[in-house]
T-cell receptor, first 113, second 113 residues
Framework: AQSVTQLGSHVSVSEGALVLLRCNYSSSVPPYLFWYVQYPNQGLQLLLK??????LVKGINGFEAEFKKSETSFHLTKPSAHMSDAAEYFC???????????FGKGTRLHILP | KAGVTQTPRYLIKTRGQQVTLSCSPI?????VSWYQQTPGQGLQFLFEYFSETQRNKGNFPGRFSGRQFSNSRSEMNVSTLELGDSALYLC????????????FGPGTRLTVL
């Protein structure tokens, strides 16, 4: 069975600092990996996804994530945090094209002025 | 292209009642998935429909049901509402079923009194 673990339900960073949101997954087959963002009172928006190929994936709003098979990780980073990045972030995994997507419990990102 | 729309956005019901939520996917998308989001449990998968057939189902009681119409619009129904059913119900559509990229609607906020 697949699973996703997001380390830290809340993360605070200063504006301009590096953002690092951690995600580890388990999957018995090569995974598809996703990061979604949810702003207050809104649905989820896809930030980026990894299916195959290059392990460093660039997404919207300056975010990127790196698939590390040996570490079963897919951490999300952004070099410089902006106040508008304050939101909840969800990592998700799927293992093949006929399988459902499993979401992590989310990490709420707080940006300190 | 219009995004995923969900109606109604807010709903208040009392215990024992039933409720029907509606989701209109992005034009051309044939898969619709439903999720329940609560502070304690996070995002939990309810079910997925593709071409009017239920393809996947999460671990929810039979009180939760859904269907998909020939135009890909979907409805979910919850009968005999319980207080614990209070949640944000999110609908997501994708072109293909399973692990294809999902696009989320804004959700329906259900409050059960």
């Amino acid at each position: 069975a697949q699973s996703v673990t997001q380390l830290g339900s809340h993360v605070s960073v200063s504006e301009g600092a590096l953002v690092l949101l951690r995600c580890n997954y388990s999957s018995s087959v090569p995974p598809y990996l996703f990061w979604y963002v949810q702003y207050p009172n809104q649905g989820l928006q896809l930030l980026l996804k990894y299916t195959t190929g290059a392990t460093l994936v660039k997404g919207i709003n300056g975010f990127e994530a790196e698939f590390k098979k040996s570490e079963t990780s897919f951490h999300l980073t952004k070099p410089s945090a902006h106040m508008s990045d304050a939101a909840e972030y969800f990592c998700a995994v799927s293992s093949n094209r006929d399988d459902k997507i499993i979401f992590g419990k989310g990490t709420r990102l707080h940006i300190l002025p | 292209k219009a995004g995923v729309t969900q109606t109604p956005r807010y709903l208040i019901k009392t215990r024992g009642q039933q409720v029907t939520l509606s989701c209109s996917p992005i034009s051309g998308h044939r898969s619709v998935s439903w999720y329940q989001q609560t502070p304690g449990q996070g995002l939990q998968f309810l079910f997925e429909y593709f071409s009017e057939t239920q393809r996947n189902k999460g671990n929810f009681p039979g009180r939760f049901s859904g269907r998909q119409f020939s135009n890909s619009r979907s409805e979910m129904n919850v009968s005999t509402l319980e207080l614990g059913d209070s949640a944000l119900y999110l609908c997501a559509s994708s072109i293909l079923e399973g692990s294809d990229t999902q696009y989320f609607g804004p959700g329906t906020r259900l409050t059960v009194l």
